[in-house]
């Protein structure tokens, strides 16, 4: 009888290392789950900062559009002042009337007309207005000035605006300031916070007042003193600040839900002194998610707005977002772990199997050669059967995208998280960093200045020289290229992308050839990108302009069919265009102008 084998140690060691090997997957199945999650979480919040940002930056536009709006209005009221001899009571009450039937008067309490008067003026003056028909009417506050206004038209001329009617706006400190600065500037002027003498006992609401002064005709304006020699009255609109802002912040999405709050001051102190505007009252024991402070200057005064989020834009979504990972990756995670376990538990009992077997009585070695042929086989068939799971993991994997396919439908956001496990992150960021560029692009984002062309683009070249290298390509450019009015980023990126573009599309056997030239027409730039590559036919020049439209598709190309629509929206913002033109011998022109600098 032949010697008994036990298992040596090497052999239990390797035995249970295998059952910690599928411990350690599953940890690490766990810790991919983890990192994941924190990532759908962590571009959640970026999302939720992002549509923040937005809907503060559209708010501002809005208020600051409204505000020219009315600019408008009241400098149509002055030019009605200083074209005519006489404008009478009648002819104001129409021209205020007419404003009001096109509904640009919403959020407006008043337009009205205030007359400049010196102290030999005041009696003849009031005497005037009684002879109108109003018997009681004088210039209030009484009392001695050096100087007195009067507001003498006043539409509607109706409720709370009669109480202003004959009110010295002169004689208050906030509005006397603002008055003061449109006579000195010739200009527009907006005041400070004030409360309208409009106001009621119920329902008090800080107010402010714009300004456009009017002057005798004929007389000398240069100069501030000038302007005040030839001074005759302003046109003014009186704004309840809830009334005017009521209706640009209800438009915005979530605000109705007290999800976002806005708050408007007088300058840059925020405090209750300050305080203008508040769109809803939320409990001071709320903390915001996100706030934005923003200062916006306007007509000679500076606004502060100050924007809370207090709910989650994405909350229910980003919820269903994070589950979907974490419960897939949790899923596979135990899947994965199983599988391995019964795989070394298999391996584990064959070789358990196979020891006992040698336990038995070597002068039946034929029985036993038998019995290791079964043995080998079986293991065989063991190691097949294994591969099983695998095919049907990969099958779960692609029956598990099926079933949230109705998901991705319902939100482009949950494809972003499951595009996150399938596709390549370098093309994700790419067509993320196009979005953002196509987005930004009408807004500038650095200081507006004379910025040298040739400055720019040899930066561009710089950093595409290794695939100028890589493609032979030679480039030609004059080096004393002008200088243009516009920040340095966005003119960055225009070359950047058409560099990319004309390196990027060039002919089969042709060595890419790049020249850039600029022309000057009056006050505009135009410049001139060639290359001799594939070319665009005239039929597809304007729809290349368009988001994600490509007439030659690689997927080895990092193009995500953006970039000439970034480029067109840069140069339209400064009021320029973009066109393709043939290239002699072949290829492609890009012209587009921007403004000179002088």
Known sequence: MQEIHNPTFYEKIRANGLLLLAWLVLFG??????????????????????RFDLYCREIQVKIETRLAKQKQMLLGGAAMFESSENVTRDEWQRYVKRLSLSRDLDGVQALGFSLWLKPEQLLAHEESVRKEGFSDYHVK???????????????????????????????????????????????????????????????????????????????????????????????YSPFRMTDLLRNIVLNALDVNDGNLQ????????????????????????????????????????????????FDSF????????????????????????????????????ATRIALELTKQVREKEAKLASTNADLLQFTTVSAHHLQEPARRLVSFVQRLRHELSYITVENENVATSLHFIEQSALRQRALVRDIQLYLAATEPRATVK???????????????????HKTRASVDYETSLPAV?????????????????????????????????????????????????????????????????????????ESTGVGLAIVKRIVESCNGSVKLLDTAGGGTTVMFDLPASF
Request: charged share 20%.
């Open 314 to 349: 994405e909350k229910k979504f980003g919820n269903r977002q994070l589950w979907i990972v974490a419960s897939t990756g949790t899923f596979i995670s135990l899947l994965l772990f199983f599988l391995l376990r019964s795989h070394f538990l298999l391996q584990k009992n």
């Open 262 to 309: 806005l708050r408007v001051y007088d300058g840059e102190e925020m405090t209750n002194e300050h305080l203008l505007y508040q769109s809803s009252s939320i409990s001071s024991d709320k903390l915001p998610v996100f706030s934005s402070k923003r200062q916006m200057q306007s007509f000679g005064t500076t606004w502060t707005l100050y924007f809370e989020q």
């Open 141 to 235: 506050p009484t009392g001695k000035r050096d100087v007195y206004t009067a507001i003498i038209y006043i539409e509607p001329f109706l409720d709370r605006n009669l109480r202003a009617f004959g009110y010295d706006m002169y004689s208050e400190s906030v509005r006397h300031a603002a008055m003061n600065r449109s006579v000195d500037d010739d200009t527009v002027t907006l005041s400070g916070r004030v409360i309208l003498l409009q106001e009621t006992e119920t329902d008090v609401q800080a107010g402010t007042i714009m300004y456009a002064p009017i002057f005798q005709k004929n007389k000398p304006l240069n100069t501030p003193q000038q302007r005040w020699d030839a001074l005759f009255g302003w046109v």
């Open 450 to 468: 004379p910025v040298l062309l040739t400055e720019i683009l040899e930066k561009v070249l710089k950093y595409h020289a290794e695939a100028i």
């Open 29 to 50: 199945g766990f810790v991919l789950t983890g990192i994941f999650s924190y990532q759908v979480k962590v571009d959640t919040q970026l999302r939720e900062r992002q």
């Open 485 to 557: 009015l516009i920040d340095r980023p966005r003119l960055y990126d225009i070359f950047n992308i058409l560099i990319n573009n004309a390196l990027t599309y060039q002919q089969p056997d042709c060595l890419p050839q790049i020249r850039i030239y600029c022309k000057q027409k009056g006050s505009r730039i135009f410049c001139y990108v060639e290359d001799n590559g594939i070319g665009i036919s005239a039929p597809y020049r304007e729809r290349v302009f368009g988001v994600f439209e490509r007439l030659q598709v690689n997927d080895n190309q």
